[in-house]
C-alpha cells in the first residue's frame, strides 16, 4: 500500500514540476497576464481545471514558480558554504553554483523580473526574505575576502554580481541563437569572480 501511496505522490511531484516548468516558459514568452489557466494546461499536456488539482490558480502558480526558486537558491548557497573551502574557493563555488542555476533557469529569471507585482502580497514577501538570506551568505564571505568593506558595500558587489550572472535571458540568446553552454558559463564565471574579488 505504501509503495503505491509512494509511486502516486511522485508521479503528482513529476505533473507539479512539469506544470511549473511549462508555466515558465509561457510567463517568460507571454508575460503573467497573457497566460490563461487554460494555456497552462494546455502547454503541461492537461486541462485547464485540472490546474486546479495542483494550484488554487494561475497566481499560485506564479508563486510556487518564485518561491520555488529562491528556496532553492537559499538552500544550495547553504550546501555551498557547508563544504570545506578557504574564502576564495567558497566564493568560486558560489559563482559555480548560481552561474548553473542561471543558465537551467532563464525563464524564471526572466519572469521574476516581469512578473514579481503580480505576486500576491504573502507570496511576494516570502520571495524577498528567502532572497534576502541568500544575499546575505555571499556577504558572508565576501566580508572573508574584504574585511575593510561595509556590509552595504558587499550588498551592493552581490547584487551587481547576481545581475551579471542572471543576464542568462539575454546573454545565452544572443541574437536568436544559443551560444554553447560552456561558452557562456565561462565568460559568466570569469566576469564574476572578477568582479567579487576586485
Not at 487554460?38 to 492537461?46: F, N, V, Y
Not at 505576486?119 to 534576502?132: G, I, M, T, W
Request: net charge neutral; hydrophobic share 50%; glycine share 8%.
Amino acid at each position: 500500500m505504501s509503495e503505491t501511496l509512494t509511486g502516486r505522490d511522485r508521479a503528482k511531484a513529476d505533473r507539479r514540476d512539469a506544470l511549473l516548468s511549462s508555466a515558465a516558459s509561457l510567463f517568460a514568452e507571454h508575460g503573467f497576464a497573457g497566460v490563461s489557466i487554460d494555456d497552462l494546461g494546455s502547454a503541461a499536456g492537461i486541462s485547464g481545471p485540472a490546474v486546479y488539482r495542483h494550484f488554487a490558480g494561475k497566481q499560485a502558480v506564479l508563486a510556487a514558480i518564485l518561491v520555488d526558486a529562491s528556496a532553492g537558491l537559499l538552500s544550495g548557497g547553504e550546501r555551498v558554504l557547508a563544504s570545506d573551502h578557504d574564502a576564495p574557493g567558497t566564493l568560486a563555488a558560489l559563482v559555480r553554483f548560481h552561474v548553473t542555476f542561471a543558465l537551467g533557469n532563464a525563464d524564471v529569471i526572466l519572469v521574476q523580473d516581469r512578473d514579481m507585482p503580480s505576486l500576491a502580497d504573502a507570496d511576494r514577501h516570502e520571495v524577498r526574505s528567502l532572497q534576502r538570506r541568500y544575499v546575505e551568505l555571499w556577504v558572508g564571505v565576501l566580508a572573508r575576502l574584504h574585511p575593510a568593506r561595509s556590509d552595504a558595500h558587499l550588498r551592493i558587489r552581490a547584487h551587481a554580481a547576481f545581475g551579471l550572472m542572471n543576464s542568462t535571458p539575454h546573454s545565452a540568446r544572443i541574437s536568436g541563437r544559443l551560444p554553447a553552454a560552456d561558452v557562456v558559463r565561462d565568460a559568466l564565471e570569469t566576469m564574476a569572480l572578477a568582479a567579487l574579488t576586485a
